[in-house]
T-cell receptor, first 114, second 109 residues
Framework: NAGVTQTPKFRVLKTGQSMTLLCAQD?????MYWYRQDPGMGLRLIHY???????AKGEVPDGYNVSRLKKQNFLLGLESAAPSQTSVYFC?????????????FGPGTRLTVL | GQNIDQPTEMTATEGAIVQINCTYQ??????LFWYQQHAGEAPTFLSYNVLDGLEEKGRFSSFLSRSKGYSYLLLKELQMKDSASYLC??????????WGAGTKLIIKP
């Protein structure tokens, strides 16, 4: 099993450009998440999904959109990139409900916006 | 607001014991997680506490006091490979994880 994979691993954008980050998981998890990680700050939730066809906003959703057309995939879109979106983006997945349901993370995408 | 505090950086010696503290103030509590993150890599799960007390898993132990909003991660017999950031995260009333900024642990020979 590959677990959680992310593409691309690195990307450099110019201000105003758009791009889509792809996350895929092969663990049949219901829940999927997109986080950003910036120096000196905790992981911040951008958007999440509790199942195929559903998405919800997290703590920092502005400037991002998401789609979950298939259970195994969760896409994060930047419509018009800004330098403030320079960050490391992590996708994660988990099973739902109470208990020690750990989140499994992908390797991350390092995005620089010039 | 919701807040999780942990020290920014700690230094310890190979073979020693280190305790990383985490205090939290969140809207609800449904469990506390510790994750390890090596530089340039993804976080990986270490431990989960939902009841007060100590959970031991090999060289790593995690403690929780819900009344004090406090947890610690105890690492014994430190090895160089333990050099990493340790992230504390609380599952709030909406079952969302609230993350601390992480503690960077430096191990010296």
């Amino acid at each position: 099993n590959a677990g959680v994979t992310q593409t691309p691993k690195f990307r450099v954008l110019k201000t105003g450009q758009s791009m889509t980050l792809l996350c895929a998981q092969d663990m049949n998890h219901e829940y999927m998440y997109w986080y950003r990680q910036d120096p000196g700050m905790g992981l911040r939730l951008i958007h999440y999904s509790v199942g195929e066809g559903t998405t919800a906003k997290g703590e920092v959703p502005d400037g991002y959109n998401v789609s979950r057309l298939k259970k195994q995939n969760f896409l994060l879109g930047l419509e018009s990139a800004a330098p403030s979106q320079t960050s490391v983006y992590f996708c994660a997945s988990s099973v739902p409900g109470e208990g020690p349901h750990e989140q499994f993370f992908g390797p991350g995408t390092r995005l620089t916006v010039l | 607001g919701q807040n999780i505090d942990q020290p920014t950086e700690m230094t310890a010696t190979e073979g020693a014991i280190v305790q990383i503290n985490c205090t939290y103030q969140t809207s609800g509590f449904n469990g506390l997680f510790w994750y390890q993150q090596h530089a340039g890599e993804a976080p990986t799960f270490l431990s989960y506490n939902v009841l007060d007390g100590l959970e031991e898993k090999g060289r790593f132990s995690s403690f929780l006091s819900r009344s004090k909003g406090y947890s610690y991660l105890l690492l014994k017999e430190l090895q160089m490979k333990d050099s990493a950031s340790y992230l504390c995260a609380v599952l709030d009333s909406n079952y969302q994880l609230i993350w601390g900024a992480g503690t960077k642990l430096i191990i010296k020979p």
